[in-house]
């Protein structure tokens, strides 16, 4: 198989998940495109680690998805705060620190 | 026996070009609906659909170690998380309202302007570059060769990484608690 197919699918959810991130209103949504970027990194990471022939780029991936959950638990337990607090994930509507 | 291995080897190719692509397909298709869609739910849902697809991706490229651990926490916990959150916060189920602020072609132009960047530079660096997805062992299994390699290479990022994990439960805990 080419590598560019691998490289290629990953780049293309990497920009999707950029997009997500800037273009998304609810703070939920965000993290959800956030993770497409880390998925894309993955798929990243075998594709080279499978076109080395070492195991690295595996151990590497599961850093990554190790990092992955610790990000989502802390980024929900924080959209939960903004909820209890503003009545509302909408990223518009925080903006308290806007000069 | 040589001309019936090389066979083998190009319809094994074939199949393996065959599931790349229904794979693929399904994955992009889930990423751009996942990004559009006025549904919070569909959006998690088209999410799994991705990560799932990369779970089959991993399976190719024979790293079936990563490809379990991926339906594990990526599709058993952080889908269901995600999930959690959406309906934590109330969030407004059902299809129709706006989910996208007005910097929506802004963010559109940037993400293909990326792509675009990101495809020439791959295009001209790996083009014609073949990956041959042969299980990467020492005698044992891909998963033992992983444990090795954690256990020999990577000590201090894994131990870095328990560290990371118990900081970021006790940093949730102390976030999302009602005091």
Same mark, same amino acid.
Request: one cysteine or more.
């Given at each position: 198989?080419l590598?560019?197919?691998? @490289?290629?699918?990953?780049?293309?959810?990497f920009?999707?998940?950029?997009?997500?991130?800037?273009?998304?209103?609810? $703070?939920?949504? =965000?993290?959800?495109?956030i993770?497409?970027? @880390?998925n894309?990194?993955?798929?990243?990471?075998?594709?080279?680690?499978?076109?080395n022939?070492?195991?690295a780029?595996?151990?590497?991936?599961?850093?990554?998805?190790?990092?992955?959950?610790?990000?989502?638990g802390?980024?929900l337990?924080?959209?939960?705060?903004?909820?209890?607090?503003r009545?509302?994930?909408?990223?518009?509507?925080?903006?308290v620190?806007?000069? | 026996?040589?001309?019936?291995?090389?066979?083998?080897v190009?319809?094994l190719?074939?199949?393996?070009?065959?599931?790349?692509?229904?794979?693929?397909?399904?994955?992009? @298709? $889930?990423?751009?609906r996942m990004?559009?869609?006025?549904?919070?739910?569909?959006?998690?849902l088209?999410l *799994?659909v991705?990560?799932?697809?990369?779970?089959?991706l991993?399976?190719?490229?024979?790293?079936?170690?990563?490809?379990? *651990?991926?339906?594990?926490?990526?599709?058993?916990?952080? =889908?269901? @998380?995600?999930?959690?959150g959406?309906f934590? #916060?109330?969030?407004?189920?059902?299809?129709?309202?706006?989910?996208?602020?007005?910097?929506?072609?802004?963010?559109?132009?940037?993400?293909?302007?990326?792509?675009? =960047?990101?495809?020439?530079?791959?295009?001209?660096?790996?083009?014609? *570059?073949?990956v041959?997805?042969?299980?990467? #062992? +020492?005698?044992?299994?891909?998963?033992?060769?992983?444990g090795? $390699?954690?256990?020999? +290479?990577?000590v201090?990022?894994?131990?870095?990484a $328990?560290?990371?994990?118990?900081?970021?439960?006790?940093?949730?805990v102390?976030?999302?608690?009602?005091?």
């Open positions: 198989m590598l560019n197919e691998y @490289l290629l699918l990953a780049a293309f959810l920009c999707t998940g950029v997009y997500g991130a800037l273009a998304r209103k609810n $703070s939920v949504l =965000v993290l959800m495109s993770e497409l970027i @880390l894309a990194v993955n798929i990243n990471l075998i594709a080279f680690g499978a076109f022939h070492t195991v780029g595996q151990v590497f991936a599961l850093f990554v998805i190790a990092v992955a959950a610790a990000e989502v802390v980024g337990a924080i959209v939960l705060l903004i909820y209890r607090n009545h509302s994930i909408d990223l518009d509507k925080v903006d620190m806007k000069g | 026996m040589g001309g019936s291995h090389l066979a083998l190009h319809g190719n074939v199949a393996q070009q065959i599931a790349f692509f229904a794979l693929a397909g399904a994955m992009v @298709l $889930s990423a751009l990004v559009t869609t006025k549904n919070l739910v569909h959006a998690a088209y *799994t991705v990560l799932a697809g990369a779970a089959g991993y399976i190719l490229l024979a790293a079936e170690f990563i490809a379990v *651990t991926q339906v594990l926490v990526y599709i058993g916990a952080i =889908v269901v @998380l995600m999930l959690f959406l934590l #916060t109330r969030a407004p189920l059902g299809t129709g309202q706006d989910l996208d602020n007005n910097q929506r072609w802004l963010a559109a132009i940037i993400a293909l302007f990326l792509f675009g =960047v990101l495809g020439v530079t791959l295009q001209k660096g790996f083009k014609g *570059t073949h041959n997805a042969i299980p990467i #062992t +020492d005698g044992g299994s891909n998963t033992a060769a992983i090795v $390699s954690i256990f020999h +290479d990577f201090v990022p894994f131990e870095v $328990s560290i990371l994990l118990l900081a970021a439960l006790v940093g949730a102390v976030i999302a608690r009602r005091d």
